[in-house]
């Protein structure tokens, strides 16, 4: 091969090298907001139980019904930005008309994602989800810290014949003692949101899980999801 022949193949070879760097560099990065979507009219339908003790007051309760979390028209949260409204809706059986309950505020900002319940304001997911991700879920509110981080990132999972491909956990408590027991975790699926989340506050005696006195347990289960 000659010489002219060989730097001409040389040449080829770092100009590719280098069109595809540039082509890397110029791809937007991909924050996987769609974890969270908040598009008008997206919603979610849960089947929820929910389990109430307290042995001072003889209660042991357990409910069942369902929750409808639905993203609304723009709206103004407390901090003064232009959010989303989060409208829940609760019915006891699937036969039964929705009700609305709540109006809450939802947002993506500065690389998280924010909803304000019951006027605190929380830190439901940080932009883009990895395994070295950690942030103080009520760094704006005055409930106590709640330090998360992220687990399981991008697996597949299925829920009530739902599959979905990629979805990521957002661990916020796992913690045992002699006299508290608390887990909550919430799981995301891309273009979906939400679609498992649970939580357990419960007081217990020597450290047996299965002896509360006092305490809630909540799980959320997706049903349905679209847009309306």
């Not at 006891?92 to 909803?115: F, K, N």
């Not at 979905?164 to 979906?192: H, I, M, N, P």
Request: glycine residues 6%; aromatic residues 14%.
């Amino acid at each position: 091969m000659d010489l002219q022949l060989k730097r001409f193949f040389v040449l080829t070879i770092v100009l590719s090298t280098v069109l595809i760097g540039c082509k890397k560099d110029n791809e937007p990065a991909n924050f996987h907001y769609e974890l969270y979507p908040i598009n008008q009219g997206h919603y979610i339908t849960y089947s929820v139980r929910e389990i109430n003790i307290d042995d001072a007051l003889g209660l042991n309760e357990t409910l069942n019904y369902y929750v409808k979390a639905k993203i609304g028209d723009t709206i103004t949260d407390n901090e003064g930005r232009i959010a989303r409204r989060y409208e829940r809706y609760f019915r006891d059986s699937l036969t039964q008309p929705w009700a609305l309950q709540d109006i809450w505020t939802t947002i993506i900002d500065g690389g998280r994602a924010e909803l304000v319940e019951e006027n605190q304001r929380t830190i439901k997911m940080v932009f883009s989800p990895d395994k070295y991700k950690e942030w103080n879920c009520n760094a704006y509110n005055s409930l106590d810290p709640l330090d998360c981080y992220y687990r399981e990132l991008y697996e597949p999972a299925s829920i009530n014949g739902f599959q979905f491909e990629s979805t990521v956990t957002v661990e916020q408590e796992d913690f045992l003692s002699l006299v508290d027991y608390r887990r909550k975790y919430e799981q995301y699926a891309e273009g979906v949101g939400m679609y498992y989340k649970h939580y357990k506050h419960f007081r217990i005696l020597n450290a047996d899980t299965l002896n509360v006195v006092k305490g809630k347990e909540l799980i959320m289960r997706l049903i349905d999801y679209g847009v309306e």
